[in-house]
């Protein structure tokens, strides 16, 4: 349910990006925002100029896999998760259970490089 705090926080970073378009501490969090108001598309679009702005940070790449897979882009979002987890990308327990990664999940090459990390890190501790 959306509330007018939503509407507050998105307004608020909506207008700093205005103002400083390649902000990334109010990038973030308006991708944040949009994603969790279910408006995907928006996520995605602030991801991807996040991912041109940070080329190699992982987090922000994790991001962007997470949005391109609640639209069902698969490809892309596999693309992404694996090159965020070349940057250092490490939690795979969070990769494996996170809900925006579902339509990824489901994705047969996914599973099977998923499955090939787990085998190369050894048992979970």
Known sequence: MKTKA???EV???EGVVRQRPDYIDALVPLAHAYTCLGLYEKG????KRLAGLCKNDPVIHYNLACSYSLLGKTAKSFAALKKAVRLGFRDFRHIGKDSDLKNLR???PF???FDALAKDRG???
């Open 6 to 8: 939503d509407d507050f």
């Open 11 to 13: 307004s608020f970073f």
């Open 123 to 125: 048992p979970a501790k």
């Open 44 to 47: 995605l679009e602030i991801d």
């Open 106 to 108: 489901d994705h047969s």
């Open 111 to 113: 599973r099977a490089w």
